[in-house]
């Protein structure tokens, strides 16, 4: 373990009311209008520490009390395959995930690494709580490994159709424990599971979207690719199930335009989903702050035909003061759509130009790129990032035994809050 404290505050966005973080705040204080809240580091300007830091070369926009071991970082270079393939100019890719010829080292081969590096060095070495964290699979797979390779006790609530995404190049500690949501159900059951936990008091609830670290984490793809590139990209690809990664990419944007180094662009957000699952995209079509409504089984049905089940999240932090929908509207972007075949038109694309498998939700976000260069959207000397969430899994798998994390308890789809509850007390960590 690495000694790093860094100072910060936490803002509303909402009021821009300061206020110190008491130690796991994820709401504004005294405040009833709903509003993410957001660290505001002590040093303005971002000094890079060393790679062999991983993660936490980024510290100083980290919100984080210690650095735990095994981290890596994402890792942006400047695109000649793809970007000769579609006639780019000034094409970088952020890869996170496992190619370790460019230096990129994540064992769970996507970027939700850097969420959980960044939440868990966020808590007190000396909490006795469980932390608890729901998850359409990748996220899962990263706070497993975290926590199990520091000691961390983790609570984690999965759709049992997602938990072949559960796997890992050894068996995990004891201190992590999975439950899920029968098969037939989606990442909205699981988040219910993991909400009825959190009413327990040995469960504390990890936060999601409104946890600062969570979103800090993530941003340091945006990090990566700034201080690569030298200034703020144009525009920004990545697929969103929740859409805090481009919250977060936002918000260091805003912080890089402070610190007055990198230029004052704000880069368009480009994010996108997959067909037919795309509430996001219904919203910022319609120009509406709130989702606009869908049955829960049609929902469902949405979800199992989409190949990219990571971005399955019915009820995204999209209408809240500070989530995407602001994001958006101050950056400026579009919501794009990408089928499943041309997502895989375009991973195959990815492979053949650039030398390394991704996964689909990372391909939606090449394929809307792709259909944005035809349609003369983004032109040959755009400055573009493309967000590769998630890669290297394939040849990860191949070169390494799998062990996979089995359910302790599976429940039926709206169960009863006294049977989870005293399920969840039978378990002992």
Same mark, same amino acid.
């Given at each position: 373990?690495?000694?790093?404290?860094?100072?910060?505050?936490?803002?509303?966005?909402?009021?821009?009311?300061?206020?110190?973080?008491?130690?796991?705040?994820l709401?504004?204080?005294?405040? %009833?209008?709903?509003?993410?809240?957001?660290?505001?580091?002590?040093?303005?300007?971002?000094?890079?520490? @060393?790679?062999?830091?991983?993660?936490? !070369?980024?510290?100083?926009?980290?919100?984080?009390?210690?650095?735990?071991?095994?981290?890596?970082?994402?890792?942006?270079?400047?695109?000649?395959?793809?970007? !000769?393939?579609?006639?780019?100019?000034?094409?970088?890719?952020?890869?996170?995930?496992?190619?370790?010829?460019?230096g990129?080292?994540? !064992?769970?081969?996507?970027?939700?690494?850097? $969420?959980?590096?960044?939440?868990?060095?966020?808590?007190?070495?000396?909490?006795?709580?469980?932390? *608890?964290?729901?998850?359409?699979?990748?996220?899962?797979?990263?706070?497993?490994?975290?926590?199990?390779?520091?000691? &961390?006790?983790?609570?984690?609530?999965?759709?049992?159709?997602?938990?072949?995404?559960?796997w890992? /190049? %050894?068996?995990?500690? /004891?201190? +992590?424990?999975?439950?899920?949501?029968?098969?037939?159900?989606?990442?909205?059951?699981?988040?219910?599971?993991s909400?009825?936990?959190?009413?327990?008091?040995?469960?504390?609830?990890?936060?999601?979207?409104?946890? +600062?670290?969570?979103?800090?984490?993530?941003?340091?793809?945006?990090?990566?690719?700034?201080?690569?590139?030298?200034?703020?990209?144009?525009?920004?690809?990545?697929? *969103?199930?929740?859409?805090?990664?481009?919250?977060?990419?936002?918000?260091?944007?805003?912080?890089?335009?402070?610190?007055?180094?990198?230029?004052?662009?704000?880069? @368009?957000?480009?994010?996108?989903? @997959?067909?037919?699952?795309?509430?996001?995209?219904?919203?910022?079509?319609?120009?509406?702050?709130?989702?606009?409504?869908?049955?829960? /089984?049609?929902a469902?049905?949405? *979800?199992? &035909?989409?190949?990219?089940k990571?971005?399955?999240?019915?009820?995204?932090?999209?209408?809240?003061i500070?989530?995407?929908?602001?994001?958006?509207?101050?950056?400026?972007?579009?919501?794009?759509?990408?089928?499943?075949?041309?997502?895989?038109?375009?991973?195959?694309?990815? $492979?053949?130009?650039?030398?390394?498998?991704?996964?689909?939700a990372?391909?939606?976000?090449?394929?809307?790129?792709?259909?944005?260069?035809?349609?003369?959207?983004?032109?040959?000397?755009?400055?573009?990032?493309?967000?590769?969430?998630?890669?290297?899994?394939?040849?990860?798998?191949?070169?390494?035994?799998?062990?996979?994390?089995?359910?302790?308890?599976?429940? /039926?789809?709206?169960?009863?809050?006294?049977?989870?509850?005293?399920?969840?007390?039978?378990?002992?960590?």
């Open positions: 373990m690495i000694d790093i404290h860094t100072t910060y505050n936490l803002m509303s966005v909402a009021t821009g009311n300061v206020f110190k973080d008491k130690g796991w705040d709401d504004p204080e005294n405040e %009833k209008t709903a509003s993410l809240i957001r660290a505001i580091y002590d040093k303005p300007q971002l000094n890079l520490k @060393n790679n062999s830091y991983g993660l936490y !070369k980024f510290s100083d926009w980290l919100p984080i009390k210690r650095a735990l071991m095994g981290s890596s970082s994402p890792i942006t270079y400047k695109s000649k395959g793809l970007a !000769k393939y579609l006639k780019l100019n000034n094409l970088y890719i952020t890869f996170s995930g496992y190619w370790p010829e460019i990129a080292t994540m !064992k769970t081969c996507s970027f939700k690494e850097t $969420e959980a590096f960044s939440v868990c060095g966020r808590i007190n070495s000396n909490e006795k709580r469980i932390l *608890v964290v729901a998850s359409a699979g990748n996220t899962a797979r990263a706070f497993a490994q975290v926590c199990s390779e520091n000691n &961390i006790p983790l609570l984690l609530s999965v759709p049992e159709d997602n938990i072949n995404a559960l890992f /190049d %050894k068996p995990l500690n /004891d201190c +992590v424990k999975l439950i899920c949501s029968k098969s037939g159900s989606d990442y909205f059951d699981a988040i219910h599971l909400n009825i936990a959190c009413q327990m008091s040995k469960f504390y609830a990890e936060g999601g979207a409104k946890n +600062v670290a969570r979103r800090d984490g993530m941003g340091t793809t945006m990090l990566s690719a700034t201080t690569t590139i030298g200034e703020i990209p144009e525009y920004y690809f990545q697929a *969103v199930g929740s859409g805090t990664g481009a919250i977060a990419a936002w918000e260091a944007n805003l912080r890089f335009i402070e610190d007055g180094r990198f230029g004052n662009r704000k880069m @368009n957000l480009m994010v996108s989903q @997959n067909y037919p699952f795309k509430p996001i995209y219904d919203a910022w079509k319609a120009n509406s702050r709130e989702l606009l409504p869908i049955n829960d /089984d049609e469902r049905k949405q *979800v199992e &035909i989409i190949d990219a990571v971005l399955s999240n019915r009820k995204p932090p999209y209408g809240i500070g989530g995407l929908f602001d994001a958006m509207k101050d950056a400026g972007g579009d919501v794009l759509l990408s089928t499943n075949e041309e997502a895989k038109e375009a991973a195959t694309l990815f $492979e053949k130009t650039e030398g390394i498998d991704i996964h689909p990372a391909a939606v976000a090449t394929a809307t790129l792709i259909n944005e260069v035809k349609n003369k959207t983004i032109l040959e000397d755009s400055l573009i990032m493309l967000n590769i969430t998630g890669g290297g899994e394939q040849r990860f798998k191949d070169e390494n035994e799998l062990f996979y994390l089995k359910p302790s308890l599976v429940f /039926d789809m709206n169960p009863k809050e006294e049977d989870v509850k005293k399920k969840l007390n039978g378990l002992s960590w």
